[in-house]
C-alpha cells in the first residue's frame, strides 16, 4: 500500500500527491494545490503543529514515554530531577552527569529578596497563589540580563537551570505569603522534593520530611513534567516562537495551565468531591452530569481514550501517602464516581476515563496543600517539560513565528456611519 495521500481540488480538478510519514502528511500540499486555500481545525484537533522527540503519547492505548522509557518504569525507579535531565538533554544522564545536574539545578534555588520583599508583598493578602505565580515566574526574568540572550547556549542553559530550580522557591514563598508565614530560604542539603516540603512547611527547627511523602512528591513531579503538545505547553510554543525570552514564555504557559480545564482541573475535582458529600450522593450527581448540568471533572480527555496511564500511578501513590497521613475521607466518594462512571454506558461510549487529575488532589489534600495550590504543584514539574518544548522549537529550523490563520465570517465592506444616523 502506498504511503502517500492525494488530494483534488474539485473546483480546478488539480491533484497533489504527497508522501504520509508517521501518520502525518504536510499542509504545504494544500499551498500547492491553491495557496489561498486554508484548513478549518478549531483547538488543532488534527493538527501537529511541530516535530518533537521528547514525548510519546498513544491515548487510544494508554501509553505514555518520555524519551522512549514508559512512564511506569520512570515513575518507579527515577527521580524528578534524572527525568529532568532526561527530557530536557534527550538520554538518562550517568551518575556523573547527574551529579553535575542535580549540584547546578540544587544551588540554584534561591531567588533575588527584592521578588519576595517589594515583588510578592505586593499582591493583597488572599491573592490566588496561582496568580501569584504566574506573574513571578514573568518578574524572575527581569532579575536577569542574559534572559533575553535566547541565542547564546550559555546563557539559554543558565535560564534553565534558574527556571527548575527557582520555581519550588516561588510556589512555596507564594503559599507562605498567603497564610502570613515567614518565608523559609531553601535548605541545599535536601533533595528537589523534600526541599520544597522543606520551604512549605517548616516552622521552627525539628521539621523533617517524611520520606514516603517525599517520595510521592518525586512521583507526583515525575508524572506531570511532561505531555507533548498540551495547551500550556502550546502557549510556551507560541510565545516562544517570537522569540520573548524563557521566562515570560513560561508565565504565558502557567496562565494556559491555571484554567479548569487544564492544571486547574485537580482544585476543581476536590470542590466537586466536597460538593457531592457523600456516596449515596454519587448516583444522583452523575445523573446531573449526564443531563448536561455540569462535567465529571478529573474524568476525559483529548488525548486518552483509554484509562490515563498516570492515573493508575497516583491512584497506587494515594494509598501509600495515606497510609502515613491517614485516609482522605473523599477518597471513597472518588471511588464510587469512578465506579458508577466506568459502568455507565454514557461515560463508556464517549471513552471517559479518569485523568491525572482524579486522584492527585487527593494525595495533595492529604498532605495538607490547600487546593489554591495544587494547579502551582503541577507548574512546579511542568515547568521542565515547558523549557524542553522551547529548547526543541528554538533548534528547529521548520519552525517561525507562530501565526495561524482565520476563517473570516463578519461582514463584507460597509461605510462607516455618524453616530446621528445609527438606529
Ligand atoms: N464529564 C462529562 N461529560 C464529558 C466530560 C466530563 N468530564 N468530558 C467530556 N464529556 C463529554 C462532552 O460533553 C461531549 O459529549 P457530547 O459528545 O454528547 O457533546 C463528549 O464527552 C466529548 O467532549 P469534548 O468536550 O468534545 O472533549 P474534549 O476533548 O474537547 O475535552 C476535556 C477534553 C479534558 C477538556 C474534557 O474531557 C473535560 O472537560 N474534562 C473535565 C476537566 C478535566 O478533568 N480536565 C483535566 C484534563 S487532564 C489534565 C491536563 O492534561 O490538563
Known amino acids: 500500500m502506498p504511503e502517500t495521500i492525494t488530494i483534488t481540488d474539485d473546483r480546478s480538478g488539480k491533484t497533489v500527491t504527497v508522501p504520509i510519514e508517521g501518520g502525518v502528511f504536510p499542509a504545504s500540499a494544500i499551498r500547492e494545490l491553491d495557496p489561498s486555500l486554508f484548513v478549518y481545525d478549531p483547538a488543532y484537533m488534527q493538527t501537529a503543529s ?10 487510544g492505548a494508554g501509553i505514555l514515554r518520555y524519551r522512549g522509557y514508559p512512564i511506569e518504569q520512570l515513575a518507579e525507579h527515577s ?15 550517568t551518575s556523573e552527569q547527574l551529579s553535575t545536574w542535580t549540584h547546578d539545578v540544587t544551588h540554584h534555588t534561591f531567588i533575588h529578596e527584592n521578588m519576595r520583599k517589594r515583588f510578592v508583598d505586593g499582591f493583597h493578602y488572599d491573592a490566588h497563589p496561582m496568580g501569584m505565580f504566574v506573574s513571578a515566574v514573568a518578574a524572575l526574568g527581569t532579575f536577569y540580563d542574559g534572559a533575553k540572550e535566547i541565542h547564546d547556549e550559555e546563557s539559554c542553559r543558565k535560564q534553565v537551570l534558574r527556571l527548575i530550580a527557582k520555581t519550588p522557591t ?19 542539603d535536601l533533595s528537589f522534593p523534600a526541599n520544597f516540603l522543606s520551604m512549605m512547611w517548616k516552622v521552627g527547627d525539628d521539621y523533617h520530611v ?10 507526583l513531579f515525575i ?32 496562565s494556559a495551565l491555571y484554567g479548569p ?54 491512584k497506587k501513590t494515594a494509598y501509600d501517602v495515606f497510609e502515613v497521613t491517614g485516609k482522605n475521607p473523599l477518597l471513597d ?47 512546579i514539574p511542568r515547568t521542565v517539560g515547558w523549557l524542553a518544548h522551547w529548547q526543541e522549537l528554538l533548534a528547529d529550523g521548520d519552525q517561525r513565528i507562530s501565526r495561524p490563520r482565520q476563517w473570516y465570517v463578519g461582514p463584507e465592506e460597509r461605510d462607516y456611519t455618524p453616530i446621528s444616523a445609527r438606529s
Open 50 to 59: 511541530c516535530r518533537s522527540s521528547i514525548t510519546y503519547l498513544d491515548g
Open 79 to 93: 527521580s524528578f530531577l534524572e527525568v529532568a535531565y532526561l527530557l530536557l538533554h534527550g538520554d538518562l544522564p
Open 170 to 188: 516561588i510556589a512555596a514563598m507564594c503559599y507562605r505569603f498567603s497564610v502570613g508565614l515567614p518565608f523559609n530560604y531553601p535548605d541545599n
Open 210 to 219: 517524611d520520606p514516603v511523602l517525599e517520595r510521592a512528591m518525586d512521583i
Open 223 to 254: 508524572l506531570h513534567a511532561d505531555h507533548e503538545q498540551n495547551c500550556g505547553t502550546t502557549a510556551m510554543r507560541v510565545v516562544g516562537s517570537s522569540h520573548a525570552d524563557p521566562y515570560s514564555s513560561a508565565a504565558a504557559a502557567a
Open 261 to 314: 480545564l487544564h492544571g486547574g482541573a485537580n482544585e476543581a475535582v476536590v470542590r466537586m468531591l466536597n460538593e457531592i458529600g457523600s456516596i449515596d450522593q454519587v448516583p444522583a450527581f452523575i445523573d446531573s452530569v449526564k443531563a448536561g448540568e455540569g462535567r465529571l471533572m478529573g474524568f476525559g480527555h483529548r488525548v486518552y481514550k483509554n484509562y490515563d496511564p498516570r492515573a493508575t500511578i497516583i
Open 333 to 379: 466518594i472518588a471511588l464510587k464516581l469512578e465506579e458508577v462512571a466506568l459502568a455507565d454506558p454514557y461515560f463508556v461510549d464517549r471513552k471517559l476515563y479518569p485523568n491525572v487529575d482524579f486522584y492527585s488532589g487527593l494525595i495533595y489534600q492529604a498532605m495538607n496543600f490547600p487546593v489554591d495550590m495544587f494547579t502551582v504543584l503541577f507548574a
